[in-house]
């Protein structure tokens, strides 16, 4: 086995870009009942970003318990991994990373804050997710781009959208239709948005990444 761990992942962060950060075996987003063919193979680190919601069975806490119980490292974050990370930190899974940080702390619940529409075939998402819409819209605000109250109607406007159809784009139009915000501030927070995304699914992706590289390090001593 020439890769030490192995990492679920896609929507948040590409299995191109990932490659980059560490060598490991780059798996699509986990579903229920798969952890235990890699923990059989001799994988000692597993990381989680991102897996399957709603439409078909996500991974289990169970699974999650028997691969710690294992011996075998488990690091969440950025997605899937956050919200089951902040669920069994108590059990030994590692989380990293701000929307874990949201899930732990209660300041999110939902598990459509980071769920997604994707590319079946790239998994690549085609819709946003609410966490970096949050983070973004936080951004404008910071830069003067919208008032406290536009920034506050927006967000309820994206809390309400339902997940495969949230976008910037969408967003802005749908707020500038139901007189959240000008026409012409429709455009310039759109440009912001497109233009200056704050990703934070990406950024925990790469937290993630990073901490299993440690731990991999960490058994090779």
Not at 91 to 119: C, F, L, P, Q
Request: hydrophobic fraction near 40%; proline fraction near 3%; charge should be negative.
């Amino acid at each position: 086995m020439k890769e030490k761990a192995v990492i679920f992942t896609g929507n948040s962060i590409s299995h191109e870009d990932a490659k980059k950060i560490l060598r490991a075996n780059y798996q699509p987003p986990v579903r229920r009942f798969q952890l235990e063919k890699f923990v059989q193979q001799g994988y000692k680190v597993i990381g989680i970003i991102d897996g399957i919601f709603f439409d078909r069975a996500a991974v289990g806490h169970r699974e999650i318990i028997s691969a710690l119980n294992a011996g075998v490292k488990v690091v969440g974050g950025a997605s899937m991994g956050a919200l089951r990370a902040s669920e069994l930190d108590t059990h030994g899974m590692i989380g990293v990373g701000k929307v874990y940080e949201w899930y732990r702390d209660g300041v999110i619940e939902s598990d459509d804050e980071v769920a997604v529409s994707t590319n079946p075939d790239t998994f690549e998402p085609i819709s946003v997710p609410l966490v970096n819409m949050r983070e973004t819209l936080k951004a404008a605000l910071d830069a003067g781009i919208v008032s406290e109250k536009e920034h506050k109607d927006l967000l309820e406007l994206a809390i309400t959208t339902y997940y495969p159809d949230r976008s910037y784009l969408g967003l802005t139009k749908e707020g500038a239709k139901k007189g959240l915000i000008s026409e012409e501030k429709r455009k310039e927070l759109l440009n912001f948005c497109i233009n200056s995304e704050i990703d934070v699914k990406r950024q925990d992706a790469v937290l993630v990444i990073e901490t299993v590289k440690k731990l991999v390090e960490e058994t090779e001593i």
